[in-house]
């Protein structure tokens, strides 16, 4: 019996396999400091768990709307245009299994066998995956440490063809924690709007900002609204990746299209989940902004461990909760540093080549962790790279 031909061109997340080889030494009785995984380490908020579990005795165990159930999408219209920056009704609020379905749905309904997708590279790696999947061409947009990782809008423009039919940013960037500025943001909008472009703007990160950098959202610049597809969701923001809870916000010609895919696919999201995020975006805040306070402390901490260590070199990001430091002075690839940090010094990171060709003088650090585990999870890896390093000169 055969398998389809189009699961030859079908991509992974790396995240999910190394998690299981790193678990599976583990189970041999090593100790391993686990930085490979983008989760929040923190409990989904005592208030959002409460609403659920009043919401499943209340009896909400039945299909919802299939595109979410009213009060969800109206918290997520208003909270939105406060946020965004741009007026969101709830007719355009598509609730979605985690952030992954809107972007399988912007994929599946808006790309034809053939097309150009423009991807960041490095960036997460599902983008190209599904637009392989899909029979389209996915075209790489170098993401460079030397450039703070923004994309370089010059470079962007000379990569769009008459075949481009949707462009991928991501700002809060995973792997990089790279921030899209406005200045660069409008810049992006003007090329999409003369070369008629769909845009999958992906905010999954739009809330874990430092230092005071601003979130734009590309929808909320003029005749940006009509061509963006915004990607947002719970998992991160909330610390609710295992509720499996995204949403989209489409412009009114893809409402249909939404529609149809949610019907096709999934039927709508667990319906007393979705009561869940109502708590979420409604309740109070607190604890997304302690969340956040506590997320910058460890981002100090590991960028100036890594700083410290010889060969590895760290830029502070923005946002997000990552870092992708270049390890090329330790005269390793990413993909061998990663291998041998995990065998030989129990701590699991992602090799940069993991999302994109671009990456593979990187390796990418989740923060995700207790300063704790960070802390001993810096000491094994200088343990490892400094006689590395040392024996190269
Ligand atoms: C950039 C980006 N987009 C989307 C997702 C998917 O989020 P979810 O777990 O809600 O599907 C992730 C998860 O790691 C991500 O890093």
Redesign the pocket.
């Known amino acids: 019996m055969r398998i389809a031909a189009r699961m030859g061109t079908i991509g992974t997340e790396s995240a999910f396999e190394v998690s299981a080889r790193a678990r599976a030494l583990e189970a041999e009785g090593r100790s391993i400091v686990y930085l490979q995984i983008?989760e929040p380490d923190f409990d989904t908020p005592a208030n959002v768990r409460a609403a659920a579990k009043a919401a499943l005795d209340a009896g909400a165990t039945h299909y919802p709307p299939f595109a979410g159930i009213p009060t969800l999408r109206e918290a997520i219209a208003a909270d939105a245009s406060a946020r965004k920056g741009f007026p969101v009704e709830p007719y355009q609020v598509f609730v979605t299994?985690?952030?992954?379905?809107v972007?399988l749905y912007a994929i599946l309904g808006l790309v034809d066998p053939g097309d150009e997708v423009l991807v960041p590279d490095p960036g997460?790696p599902?983008y190209e995956s599904l637009t392989r999947f899909v029979g389209a061409t996915p075209v790489p947009i170098p993401i460079r440490m030397s450039n703070d990782f923004r994309l370089d809008v010059d470079e962007l423009a000379s990569l769009i063809t008459p075949r481009t039919r949707l462009l991928v940013i991501?700002s809060p960037?995973?792997p990089t924690g790279g921030v899209l500025t406005r200045g660069d943001l409008e810049r992006i909008a003007e090329l999409s709007i003369r070369h008629d472009l769909w845009v999958l703007a992906?905010e999954?990160?739009g809330r874990i900002l430092y230092d005071g950098a601003e979130h734009v959202s590309i929808a909320s610049l003029p005749g940006m609204a009509e061509r963006t597809i915004v990607?947002d969701?719970?998992?991160?923001t909330f610390a609710m990746?295992g509720w499996?809870?995204?949403y989209a916000i489409v412009p009114e010609s893809l409402v249909q299209t939404y529609g149809q895919l949610i019907i096709n696919t999934i039927s709508g999201v667990a319906t007393f989940a979705q009561v869940g995020a109502v708590e979420a975006l409604v309740g109070p805040q607190d604890d997304v902004d302690a969340m956040v306070v506590e997320f910058k402390a460890r981002r100090d901490l590991i960028v100036d461990g890594l700083n410290a260590i010889p060969g590895i070199e760290c830029r502070r990001p923005l946002g997000a909760f990552y870092v992708f430091p270049s390890i090329a002075g330790t005269g390793l690839s990413g993909g061998e540093l990663a291998d041998r940090l995990l065998h030989e010094a129990g701590v699991c990171v992602l090799p940069g080549s993991a999302f994109g060709g671009l990456g593979d003088d990187h390796i990418r650090i989740s923060y995700a962790n207790s300063q704790a585990n960070l802390t001993e999870a810096l000491g094994r890896i200088r343990a490892f790279v400094e006689p590395l390093v040392a024996a190269r000169v």
Do not use: C, P
């Not at 299994?97 to 379905?101: A, N, Y």
């Not at 969701?233 to 991160?236: A, D, H, L, V």
């Open positions: 983008g299994v985690g952030g992954k379905g972007m997460y599902i991501n960037a995973n992906d999954i990160y990607l969701g719970f998992s991160k990746t499996r809870m995204g």
